[in-house]
Each structure stands twice: as structure tokens, then as C-alpha cells.
């Protein structure tokens, strides 16, 4: 019986585009190679967690369903100048899926990543409960508010490290496999493929129109109070961005220098690139579409590999 190939994976944040992390663990278990070690930040930290767990089947069924609706629904208001959401209700929403656990009891090794702006660094969350690692990590900044462990307010690790390769140095693996979130655009053709309609399960319209018009209008609120003009949705030219466009735009570009910088200094074995403008930051009704990206970038960006990597018999 021969020894499959074991993996330290790098699971960079990206926000809904972390969803085609899925797609890439699973074409890593169909094609041999056994992960041992996980890295993550911010979204790459969720599913990478969740993953280290054991309970990935589990998570992909009901992001599998998820509608725009209950994305919605996720999202508790925080009436706090120094986030919009609370993020709370997502968290215990998947502890209620996952179950309550602690890093240093998963089966597979595992490390989160945020950021102390007051110290100004990164943090490395590797012991204690899985959750509030995972709540430290994906707290973007004006989007959820700052997460409070040991006496230190973390915000989202994508600010100093999206792509959390350093963690996974001593791991002693024979690969590591990074996953990058923030690769180039994709070219005009595509894009305009990806902005057609998607055919998801039908939910009632109004439902949907009313969640809408309250978040709408709580952001329409909160940009009146900053002086900034409402703008309308969907794609607008940089001239015409409102504040949620700015925010996001900024973060993303932000997240793809440091992430250019980091890959440069710790190269990884293979890299698999998801396009940045494969889905906005909150599209997470789009999770069947990207687990399936991430299968198929998966499949070219790491076929090569599969001749060296002997299967079990």
C-alpha cells in the first residue's frame, strides 16, 4: 500500500469567491492527496475551519442552498460606529450546523489568521474555541464589527495576511497548496458570462423585496450620515461608485498587492487562482456556481501534480 501525498493547504480570503475553496478540497480527496495541515484567513479561516473539523459535508449542503433571502437574513445589524453587522447570528448559525469545538482538538491541524490593528500585526489563532477564531478572521473592517480574544480586538486578517502561508512552514508536508482569491480579472467576454442571470430556486418575491428594501435603505441611512450620495446597484463606472463600491474596491485591491507580496516571499508548491471578479464580495446564493470554479481551476492549476502523487491501493 502506497503513502498519498499529504498537504498543507492556504485558504486566502476573497468573501463569497471562498466558496470555490470547497470545490478545491474536493478535487484534492477525489485525486489522492491527504491534507494535514489548513491555513486561513477571513473566508479562507471559515472554510478552512470547518473543513479541519470534519464537517465539510455538512457545511457544502447548505451553502448549497442558500438563496439570497437567507444571506439576508444572516446579516444582524449592529447600530455601531464601528461596524455595520454584528456577525453573531452567522456564527451561531453554523455552530447550530457544526457543533462548538476547540483548534487544538480537531483532526487536522489548523490556523486562523487576523489582524491587532492596535499592535499592528497579525495574529495567529491556533488553540482555543474554533468559532471565535473564525469571527476574528472574517471581521472586514465598516463590514462586522471588531471580535474581542484575550483582551485584544482583531479585526479581519486579510488586512496584513490574505494569503497565510508562513503558518504552514514547519508543517513538514510534502506540499503546500495555496488557494489565491485575488487573481487578475478575467477578460471582457467572460465577465459579461458571469453577470447573466443564474437560475436558482424560486423564493418568494415578496419576502425577498422586503428584506431588500430594509437592508437598502438601512445603507441608503448610514451613507446619508456620512455625506455621501446613495448611489444605485449593480455595476457603475469608477465615477459613479457609492460607498459600498469604494469600500469593497479598496479592501480587494488592497488584499491583492499583499497577497502578490506574500506569494513572492513564501512560494508555495502550486497555486490555484480564482479570478477577483469571479463573484462579489456577498454573493453567496452563487455557491454552486463557485465550488464548481473551484473545482475546475483546481483540476487545471494542480493536474500536473497527480503523476507524483501515488494513490492508495
Known amino acids: 500500500m502506497t503513502t498519498p501525498l499529504t498537504v498543507s493547504l492556504v485558504l ?53 442552498a442558500l438563496r439570497q433571502t437567507d444571506v439576508l437574513r444572516l446579516l444582524d445589524i449592529a447600530w455601531h460606529p464601528s461596524g455595520l453587522f454584528k456577525g453573531e447570528r452567522v456564527i451561531e448559525t453554523l455552530k447550530g450546523l457544526i457543533g462548538a469545538r476547540n483548534i487544538e482538538d480537531l483532526p487536522i491541524t489548523f490556523t486562523a489568521v487576523a489582524t491587532d490593528v492596535e499592535a499592528e500585526k497579525e495574529v495567529w489563532l491556533n488553540r482555543g474555541p474554533l468559532f471565535d477564531a473564525i469571527r476574528a478572521s472574517i471581521a472586514v473592517p465598516t463590514v462586522f464589527t471588531p471580535f474581542e480574544i ?10 496584513v495576511n490574505p494569503m497565510p502561508i508562513a503558518p504552514t512552514l514547519s508543517d513538514g508536508t510534502d506540499l503546500t497548496i495555496a488557494v489565491d482569491l485575488a487573481g487578475p480579472r478575467e477578460s471582457v467576454p467572460a465577465i459579461r458570462a458571469a453577470m447573466a442571470p443564474v437560475t436558482a430556486p424560486a423564493e418568494p418575491t415578496d419576502v425577498l423585496a422586503g428584506y431588500q428594501r430594509r437592508i437598502i ?19 457603475q463606472p469608477a465615477g459613479q461608485w457609492g460607498l459600498g463600491d469604494v469600500i469593497q474596491g479598496s479592501f480587494e485591491t488592497m488584499q491583492g498587492i499583499v497577497s502578490r507580496f506574500k506569494l513572492a516571499a513564501y ?13 462579489r464580495a456577498f454573493e ?14 483546481a483540476g487545471q492549476a494542480l493536474s500536473h501534480l497527480i503523476a507524483v502523487s501515488p494513490r492508495s491501493e
Not at 494535514?36 to 464537517?55: C, D, P, Q
Not at 484575550?150 to 488586512?159: H, I, K, T
Open 284 to 297: 453567496f446564493h452563487r455557491a454552486e456556481e463557485l465550488i464548481d470554479r473551484g473545482w475546475r481551476e
Open 12 to 64: 486566502g480570503s476573497g468573501g463569497a469567491r471562498g466558496l470555490a475553496h470547497i470545490g478545491v478540497i474536493r478535487w484534492l480527496e477525489s485525486n489522492g492527496f491527504t491534507v494535514r495541515s489548513v491555513a486561513g484567513t477571513s473566508m479562507g479561516a471559515l472554510v478552512g475551519g470547518i473543513y479541519a473539523a470534519g464537517e465539510l459535508d455538512a457545511f457544502e449542503r447548505w451553502a448549497r
Open 217 to 235: 435603505a438601512f445603507i441608503d441611512e448610514v451613507q446619508t450620515k456620512l455625506g455621501v450620495q446613495p448611489q444605485p446597484s449593480g455595476h
Open 267 to 279: 512560494t508555495p508548491d502550486a497555486i490555484v487562482t480564482i479570478p477577483r471578479d469571479a463573484a
Open 150 to 159: 484575550n483582551g485584544r480586538w482583531l479585526l479581519d486578517g486579510g488586512l
